[in-house]
C-alpha cells in the first residue's frame, strides 16, 4: 500500500518570497508523483507530474518539484509566490503506469500569500 | 485540455433521501474515477470505470452507494439513503487510460442536513 505525507499543513508566506511545500511517500513500487492545486469549491488542478526521466520537474505557473528517490520526497517549489498562489497544494502518488490515475493524496497544504 | 463536467456543482439533502451526481468526461478517456473528499483531507478513491466495467470499488461503501457508466462515457454515482457523514466534495475524473494521468471536473459538494 502506498501513503503520502504532506510535512506542513499551513504554510504562510509573503508575497514575492520562496516557498517550498513538502511531500513525502511510501510506496513498494515504482511510482508516478503529482502536485495540484485546488482553490475554494474547484475540483483539482494539475500542477506538474514525474512519471519518469529528469528528477528536476517543471510545471505550469513557476512551480517546480524535485523527485528524490533515496529519501521519498517530492517537494514543491517557486522562488517568487503572488498573491493568486493562496490556494490548497496537494501531493499525490499513484504506483506507476498500470494505475497512473488511481492517487493516493496527502492531506493538502494550506499557502496563504500575504501583502 | 476540455473539461471533465459535473453537476450538480452544489446539492443539499435531507438524511435518508436519495441523491444522485453525474460526471461527463473528456470525449475518448476510456478510464473514469470517483473520489470523496471530506473537508480538511485529500481526495479518497470511491470507484474505478474502465469503459463501462468496474475495475476497483473496493473503497466503496456498497450498502448506500452505486455507480453506473452504462455507455462508457458519462457516469452516475448515487447515495440512497444520505447520512450525515456523507456530507463531502464529490469528484470525477478521467485519463485516456489507465497509464496516463487524470483530470479532474469541478466536483459536486453535497450538504447533507
Known amino acids: 500500500a502506498q501513503s503520502v505525507t504532506q510535512l506542513d499543513s499551513q504554510v504562510p508566506v509573503f508575497e514575492e518570497a520562496p516557498v517550498e511545500l513538502r511531500c513525502n511517500y511510501s510506496s513498494s513500487v515504482s511510482v508516478y508523483l503529482f502536485w495540484y492545486v485546488q482553490y475554494p469549491n474547484q475540483g483539482l488542478q494539475l500542477l506538474l507530474k514525474y512519471l519518469s526521466g529528469s528528477t528536476l520537474v517543471k510545471g505550469i505557473n513557476g512551480f517546480e518539484a524535485e523527485f528524490n528517490k533515496s529519501q521519498t520526497s517530492f517537494h514543491l517549489r517557486k522562488p517568487s509566490v503572488h498573491i493568486s498562489d493562496t490556494a490548497e497544494y496537494f501531493c499525490a502518488v499513484s504506483e506507476g503506469e498500470a494505475n497512473a490515475g488511481k492517487s493516493t493524496f496527502g492531506d493538502g497544504t494550506t499557502l496563504t500569500v500575504k501583502p | 485540455e476540455a473539461e471533465v463536467a459535473q453537476s450538480p456543482r452544489y446539492k443539499i439533502t435531507e438524511k435518508s433521501q436519495a441523491v444522485a451526481f453525474w460526471c461527463d468526461p473528456i470525449?475518448?478517456?476510456?478510464?473514469l474515477y470517483w473520489y470523496r473528499q471530506i473537508l480538511g483531507q485529500g481526495p479518497e478513491l470511491l470507484v474505478q470505470?474502465?469503459?463501462?466495467?468496474?475495475?476497483?470499488d473496493s473503497q466503496l461503501p456498497k450498502d448506500r452507494f452505486s455507480a453506473e457508466r452504462l455507455k462508457g462515457v458519462d457516469s452516475t454515482l448515487k447515495i440512497q439513503p444520505a447520512e450525515l457523514g456523507d456530507s463531502a466534495m464529490y469528484l470525477c475524473a478521467a485519463a485516456r487510460g489507465r497509464d496516463t494521468e487524470a483530470f479532474f471536473g469541478q466536483g459536486t459538494r453535497l450538504t447533507v442536513v
Open positions: 470525449s475518448g478517456h476510456a478510464t
Open positions: 470505470f474502465q469503459d463501462e466495467s468496474v475495475v476497483d
